[in-house]
């Protein structure tokens, strides 16, 4: 018989919860040089103690409190200046190409102009995941997913992986159920299949969020998920044979799947996502000076850019008004007011350099470690090693999903061009020689080939394999066509044409 009885129980369990500070660095840290420049400028007009270093507002206030006289001339010349301004045209709301403010590439008045920022897809993402109900403990879930997607709109870390480095990091235990459910939510988020773990789970999602209700969507559904081999080899024949599907049928399911995206673009290139690159970094060797020093001797010159290291500091203004309130042997309730003000601002300007100072750090070390991994490059502009984020994540000690974040769109400026600093994470593939070279080489390698070959009798994967192997890449066949993959070259049939 089972007792009924009410009982008492006591569980102890340790707990870290991410402070205000740690949650702001982990955003500062991520952004992009022009986000991270209009993030400071909302810091300093929300909170009037942050100041940048040089700026004097406090001088501006006392000169203006000691002469009345001096505010009204200023407020006169103000209301003076408004008057020159047509202000109607300015705002007007005319169609493009008739005197409007609006950007237009096409307008000789702005072509040499940047393009306006636009918001990247992992900002995007961060927005949607905000709106979704979820707590504490799966927004920081939710976090360390969206910091693990790769270029291709894919997640493809282990879950219990994500599970272990939230653990370590917060102390709080996590399961990797708890990770996949988040990962389920973030998939069905827009791009519908992002953060996908594969290429079946990708599309299965975007299948089953389509509102299309077509025979061929609900052909497609079982193709995917219940032979999905099938398709992969395109098996018509046997496709058709157990779906029981006729050749129209099948045709239009493939149709249908065709419209289906393998790859919801997740970082875009600069170019294509309309942002002007802003160089995060410069690097450059100096060679040593010493007459008697060999042609290698020299150091690496790793100069983060001015508008990533903003001297910030709290206002003297607001200190002396602190400590002329603290002063006050009695004080009125405005006083206190105020003073509870004043100390919340300060306190908060405070959290705000220190997370500045630290992103600065960060980002110095990790660029320094990639500097250290990869100097043949960074020396000769050519010579990429293999590399991967946990490479860079072990020597700085920091979590992959980190690393992932100070890499994604931040760029470095070399004498050989500019980089974004993912160009630099790479798999190895091994060499006659015995060492590894970058994969990167090996896709270049792969597409001088295939832009050689008679375009009458393309290559297969197995005779690219071979020319490969020649060339001294020990790769296999399946390595050819996920590198052909990436390139976005398909296969032999398809790249061939009629002469």
Same mark, same amino acid.
């Given at each position: 018989?089972?007792?009924?009885?009410?009982?008492?129980?006591?569980?102890?369990?340790?707990?870290?919860?991410?402070?205000?500070?740690?949650?702001?660095?982990?955003?500062?840290?991520?952004?992009?040089?022009?986000?991270?420049?209009?993030?400071?400028?909302?810091?300093?007009?929300?909170?009037?103690?942050?100041?940048?270093?040089?700026?004097?507002?406090?001088?501006?206030?006392?000169?203006?409190?000691?002469?009345?006289?001096?505010?009204?001339?200023?407020?006169?010349?103000?209301?003076?200046?408004?008057?020159?301004?047509?202000?109607?045209?300015?705002?007007?709301?005319?169609?493009?190409?008739?005197?409007?403010?609006?950007?237009?590439?096409?307008?000789?008045?702005?072509?040499?102009?940047?393009?306006?920022?636009?918001?990247?897809?992992?900002?995007?993402?961060?927005?949607?995941?905000?709106? *979704?109900? /979820? &707590? @504490?403990? #799966?927004?920081?879930? %939710?976090?360390?997913? $969206?910091?693990?997607? !790769?270029?291709?709109?894919? =997640?493809?870390?282990?879950?219990?992986?994500?599970?272990?480095?939230?653990?370590?990091?917060?102390?709080?235990?996590?399961?990797?159920?708890?990770?996949?459910?988040?990962?389920?939510?973030?998939?069905?988020?827009?791009?519908?299949?992002?953060?996908?773990?594969?290429?079946?789970?990708?599309?299965?999602?975007?299948?089953?969020?389509?509102?299309?209700?077509?025979?061929?969507?609900?052909?497609?559904?079982?193709?995917?998920?219940?032979?999905?081999?099938?398709?992969?080899?395109?098996?018509?024949?046997?496709?058709?044979?157990? *779906?029981? /599907? &006729? @050749?129209? #049928?099948?045709?239009? %399911?493939?149709?249908? $799947?065709?419209?289906? !995206?393998?790859?919801?673009? =997740?970082?875009?290139?600069?170019?294509?996502?309309?942002?002007?690159?802003?160089?995060?970094?410069?690097?450059?060797?100096?060679?040593?000076?010493?007459?008697?020093?060999?042609?290698?001797?020299?150091?690496?010159?790793?100069?983060?850019?001015?508008?990533?290291?903003?001297?910030?500091?709290?206002?003297?203004?607001?200190?002396?008004?602190?400590?002329?309130?603290?002063?006050?042997?009695?004080?009125?309730?405005?006083?206190?007011?105020?003073?509870?003000?004043?100390?919340?601002?300060?306190?908060?300007?405070?959290?705000?350099?220190?997370? /500045?100072?630290?992103?600065?750090?960060?980002?110095?070390?990790?660029?320094?470690?990639?500097?250290?991994?990869?100097?043949? =490059?960074?020396?000769?502009?050519?010579?990429?090693?293999?590399?991967?984020?946990?490479?860079?994540?072990?020597?700085?000690?920091?979590?992959?999903?980190?690393?992932?974040?100070?890499?994604?769109?931040?760029?470095?400026?070399?004498?050989?061009?500019?980089?974004?600093?993912?160009?630099?994470?790479?798999?190895?593939?091994?060499?006659?020689?015995?060492?590894?070279?970058?994969?990167?080489?090996?896709?270049?390698?792969?597409?001088?080939?295939?832009?050689?070959?008679?375009?009458?009798?393309?290559?297969?994967?197995?005779?690219?394999?071979?020319?490969?192997?020649?060339?001294?890449?020990?790769?296999?066949?399946?390595?050819?066509?996920?590198?052909?993959?990436?390139?976005?070259?398909?296969?032999?049939?398809?790249?061939?044409?009629?002469?």
């Amino acid at each position: 018989m089972i007792s009924q009885k009410p009982s008492l129980s006591q569980r102890q369990s340790l707990q870290q919860k991410l402070s205000p500070q740690q949650i702001q660095y982990i955003k500062l840290l991520q952004m992009p040089t022009q986000v991270f420049e209009q993030r400071i400028k909302e810091e300093i007009e929300m909170n009037p103690t942050l100041e940048e270093a040089g700026d004097e507002p406090e001088e501006m206030t006392v000169q203006a409190d000691d002469s009345d006289d001096e505010r009204d001339d200023s407020e006169e010349r103000e209301i003076e200046d408004d008057r020159e301004i047509d202000w109607d045209s300015y705002f007007s709301d005319d169609e493009p190409g008739s005197g409007s403010t609006s950007y237009n590439p096409d307008q000789d008045d702005w072509r040499d102009l940047p393009k306006p920022y636009q918001e990247s897809q992992l900002e995007k993402l961060e927005k949607q995941v905000w709106l *979704l109900d /979820l &707590s @504490e403990k #799966e927004r920081f879930i %939710a976090d360390q997913i $969206l910091g693990s997607i !790769d270029d291709d709109g894919y =997640f493809r870390r282990e879950l219990s992986s994500v599970a272990d480095g939230i653990a370590f990091q917060t102390g709080v235990p996590v399961q990797p159920s708890e990770v996949e459910n988040v990962l389920k939510r973030i998939q069905r988020l827009d791009p519908p299949g992002i953060a996908a773990r594969n290429l079946r789970e990708c599309l299965l999602v975007q299948i089953e969020l389509s509102k299309d209700q077509s025979p061929a969507r609900e052909h497609v559904l079982k193709m995917v998920r219940d032979h999905w081999e099938d398709v992969e080899k395109k098996h018509f024949q046997r496709l058709m044979k157990r *779906l029981n /599907l &006729s @050749e129209d #049928e099948i045709r239009d %399911a493939f149709h249908f $799947l065709q419209t289906l !995206d393998p790859k919801p673009g =997740f970082f875009e290139s600069a170019s294509d996502a309309g942002n002007y690159v802003i160089p995060d970094f410069e690097v450059f060797f100096q060679e040593s000076t010493d007459d008697d020093s060999s042609e290698d001797a020299g150091d690496f010159v790793i100069r983060l850019n001015r508008r990533n290291l903003p001297d910030m500091k709290i206002s003297n203004h607001y200190m002396s008004m602190l400590e002329h309130l603290k002063g006050k042997k009695k004080q009125s309730r405005e006083d206190k007011e105020t003073h509870h003000f004043i100390k919340d601002k300060m306190e908060s300007a405070k959290w705000f350099i220190d997370s /500045l100072r630290q992103r600065q750090n960060t980002l110095m070390n990790v660029m320094q470690t990639i500097v250290a991994l990869q100097e043949d =490059f960074f020396r000769r502009g050519k010579g990429l090693k293999p590399m991967i984020l946990k490479d860079v994540a072990e020597r700085v000690n920091l979590d992959v999903s980190t690393i992932s974040r100070v890499v994604n769109g931040k760029f470095v400026q070399t004498p050989f061009g500019v980089y974004e600093l993912r160009y630099f994470f790479n798999e190895g593939v091994g060499t006659d020689s015995g060492e590894d070279v970058a994969s990167r080489e090996v896709k270049n390698r792969l597409a001088e080939i295939i832009e050689k070959e008679p375009k009458d009798s393309p290559y297969s994967d197995q005779k690219l394999m071979e020319f490969l192997r020649k060339d001294g890449f020990q790769v296999a066949r399946r390595t050819v066509t996920k590198y052909r993959e990436q390139l976005n070259l398909p296969v032999a049939r398809l790249r061939k044409e009629l002469v």
